[in-house]
């Protein structure tokens, strides 16, 4: 069984074909700058050398029928026809409560994921665009939507809904629905299998240039961070995360922006960008703040700061915590967030072992925990491509 995963974007669409008999990755790749001048492809084979193709991709289109060229061309390609290939599984921001779970997409599941674009203005179009040109040039392949909100799905009614008139919540549909799930689904399964537990009271902490947590109990997502849209709950890149909704009007009287901009500075000119002044690299900020940049080690201090309340109110929430797990780029790589993060936790039942917090890369599943810890600490690489090939897998 080979299984194609899509990650359409505004400008982008990266791919990874999957073997699923194994599991393991054939080729991936991507390709940039779609509908500009200068757009390319690059295309690794695995174990091979990647290739890199520069040609004009005036749409989404043109992209995929470029990255089926690129898998079955004679010489860099890994499959003799697109005839192996057994589907394909897209990623799709947001289901907008209409669908609690991955679909086969038909005429009616794209009429409603368009219905939804309001929701992901950002994303939906480029989602969409990538399923409808799949389905042009390959009509016979099943085409399987993989939600970001579908793992959040399970959380209650007090966890997900806003404290605004109960109408306005059904008629327009105004509630958390949380976002990263293919990650914190896989992370927080991998936890279960590596702890051989599956009854487990977690926290996971997605932390990349987008940032998240989920309370999952028993592997069902209880409460998560990201809101409507991703810009609630965690300090991000360049992402404000959780603010007083009346310091909008505040600013947007005080520098006459209006609420486009408004929202624009929110998603994309706050978070660690916003506070250091700077970057919104992790990476940047922290070699700065290393170096006595103040606004920079703020910006660290704010986001450590945010993710350890989450964590006590997630505790809270589940009524304790058995397993906290660190994944996405920043918490991958880093050991100075993991520990500031946790410090002071104890009382939780959380206790660093600190030199294997900094021995763990992200390379694979490491239990940075003390060996008595009574909630183990793990750090997991994700692997939201995998989710997004084995949903599509159980869907055909
Ligand atoms: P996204 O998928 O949300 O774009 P990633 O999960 O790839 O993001 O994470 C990107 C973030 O990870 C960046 O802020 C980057 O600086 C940070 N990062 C990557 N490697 C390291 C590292 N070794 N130490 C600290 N931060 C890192």
């Known amino acids: 069984m080979k299984i194609l995963v899509l990650n359409a974007g505004s ?28 757009s390319f492809l690059t295309h690794k084979p695995t174990g091979k050398d990647s290739v890199t193709i520069t040609k004009s991709m005036p749409d989404h289109k043109v992209a995929i029928k470029m990255v089926m060229d690129a898998l079955t061309d004679k010489n860099h390609g890994v499959i003799a026809s697109m005839k192996e290939v057994n589907a394909v599984g897209h990623r799709v921001l947001h289901s907008g409560g209409d669908f609690d779970g991955s679909v086969l997409v038909g005429d009616n599941e794209l009429k409603i ?40 799905a399970t959380m209650p ?27 914190h689904k896989f992370v927080s399964g991998e936890a279960a299998k590596f702890l051989n537990n599956n009854n487990l009271k977690t926290v996971t ?19 998560t961070s990201m809101g409507l849209t991703p810009l609630e709950g965690l300090v991000m890149g360049t992402r404000s995360g959780d603010i007083d909704p009346a310091c909008c009007e505040f600013l947007m009287n005080k520098t006459g922006m209006n ?31 290393n170096q006595g940049n103040e606004k920079a080690k703020l910006a660290i201090d704010m986001f450590a700061y945010r993710v350890k309340k989450y964590i006590g109110s997630y505790a809270a929430a589940m009524g304790g915590i058995d397993c906290l797990v660190f994944t ?10 993991r520990e500031q993060i946790t410090e002071g936790l104890e009382f ?43 949903e599509t897998l159980d869907l055909i």
Not at 158 to 182: C, E, L, N, Q, W
Not at 205 to 223: E, Q, R, T, Y
Not at 359 to 366: D, E, F, L, N, V
């Open 11 to 38: 400008s982008s669409v990266k791919y990874q074909l999957f073997n699923m008999d194994d599991n393991t990755v054939i080729a991936k790749g991507g390709c940039e700058r779609i509908g500009f001048d200068g």
């Open 328 to 337: 996405g780029g920043i918490a991958e790589h880093n050991s100075f967030i």
């Open 259 to 289: 609420i486009s901009e408004m929202l624009t500075y929110l998603n994309k000119k706050s978070g660690l960008l916003g506070v250091s002044e700077f970057s919104n690299d992790f990476r940047d900020v922290l070699n700065a703040a």
């Open 157 to 183: 009614p007090k966890a997900y809904m806003y404290a605004i008139p109960y109408s306005d919540y059904k008629k327009y549909k105004v509630r958390k629905y949380g976002f990263h799930g293919t990650s």
């Open 113 to 152: 994921m368009k219905k939804n674009i309001e929701l992901g203005p950002l994303h939906m179009p480029a989602n969409i665009m990538g399923i409808e040109a799949c389905m042009e040039v390959m009509p016979n392949v099943p085409q399987v939507a993989v939600f970001d909100t579908a793992f959040h």
């Open 348 to 390: 939780l039942g959380i206790e660093i072992d600190h030199v294997l917090c900094e021995k763990a890369t992200g390379s694979q599943i490491s239990e940075i925990s003390k060996a008595g810890s009574k909630c183990k600490v793990l750090v997991i690489p994700t692997n939201e491509e995998l989710v997004i090939a084995r």
């Open 205 to 223: 902490a997605h932390l990349g240039n987008g940032a998240s947590m989920a309370a999952v109990v028993n592997g069902k997502c209880v409460d």
